[in-house]
């Protein structure tokens, strides 16, 4: 029915820049909140951010001025753009959208399937 599909993952050194991209596709009437989180070895999953569709984004003080969430309403895309990356943002990074499927649905949260980012030198 609807996918979320993330790129953009990979090895980046400590201070380096990355951006997650994750679109989702399938049969979409609306996409409401969408969203950012990850899960490092051992730890539970947490949120890193969320912006709704009007674009106010929310942060983890972990992250905050450091990445910026943002989206593509025309092509029902979030992104993730990772700046001064630290050996502690290394994780799973997975992507979520609220998504409603036809006018008379509720929305339904979907998930990315994951994305490895590894900081280190």
């Known amino acids: 029915q609807v996918q979320l599909v993330e790129s953009g993952g990979g090895l980046v050194q400590p201070g380096g820049p990355l951006r997650l991209s994750c679109a989702a596709s399938g049969i979409i009437f609306s996409i409401d909140a969408m969203g950012w989180y990850r899960q490092a070895p051992v730890k539970l999953r947490e949120l890193v951010a969320t912006?709704?569709?009007?674009?106010?984004?929310n942060y983890a003080d972990s992250v905050k001025d450091r990445f910026t969430i943002y989206r593509d309403n025309a092509k029902n895309t979030v992104y993730l753009q990772m700046n001064s990356l630290k050996p502690e943002d290394t994780a799973v990074y997975y992507c979520?959208?609220?998504?409603?499927?036809?006018?008379?649905?509720?929305?339904?949260?979907?998930w990315g399937q994951g994305n490895q980012v590894i900081v280190s030198s």
């Open positions: 979520n959208a609220a998504v409603q499927g036809s006018p008379i649905e509720y929305f339904y949260v979907y």
């Open positions: 912006i709704t569709r009007s674009g106010i984004a």
